[in-house]
Structures are given as C-alpha cells and as structure tokens.
C-alpha cells in the first residue's frame, strides 16, 4: 500500500498524463504533423513509465519487502514470482 504522500504524488502524475493524453487527441483531431503526434506519444509513454516505476518501488519496499521479512517461505517464493513474471513480461514487451 502507498503511503498518502506517493498516493497524491502519483495521482498528480496521473492528472498531468490525462491532460497529455487530451492534448495529444486534440492534435490528430486538428490533423497535425505526424511526427510531432509521435514525439508527444513518447513523452506519454515516458511519464507513464515513471508512474509505473513509482508504483513499482513501491511494491518492492513494502511488499515484497514485508514477504522477505516474513517466515512464510510460501509467501517469499510467490513474491520472487510475481516480481520474475514482471521482468519477464517486460523483456518480451521490450
């Protein structure tokens, strides 16, 4: 769980990529360049990746981190997988 202090930050980030999102509509609405479209897709992508890199750190300080401290192998084995499962996904999707 995030604390309230990275909840209202990544809300915020969140709030400035809708507004991205919207302008980047408006864009291919007015027809505009192509290549600026793609660059502002990028950016996109790039502060949704920062999101992502937010929630997770998150996730691994708390809980993960909670599982490893835990005596329940059971638990620490299902969180090393959940966390290979990601980074595998991501290598195919990379």
């Known amino acids: 769980m995030m604390s309230p202090e990275e909840t209202a930050k990544t809300i ?33 992508a790039a502060a949704l990746r920062g999101v992502e890199n937010i929630v997770l750190e998150n996730h691994l300080n ?19 997988a959940e966390v ?3 980074i595998s996904q991501t290598r195919k999707n990379g």
Do not use: F, N
């Open 12 to 44: 915020a980030r969140l709030k400035r990529i809708e507004g991205q999102v919207r302008g980047l509509q408006k864009m291919v609405e007015e027809e505009r360049y192509c290549l600026d479209i793609v660059a502002q897709t990028r950016s996109v």
């Open 62 to 80: 708390t809980c993960v981190a909670d599982a490893m401290r835990s005596p329940d192998e059971e638990e620490q084995r299902k969180k090393v």
């Open 84 to 86: 290979m499962a990601l």
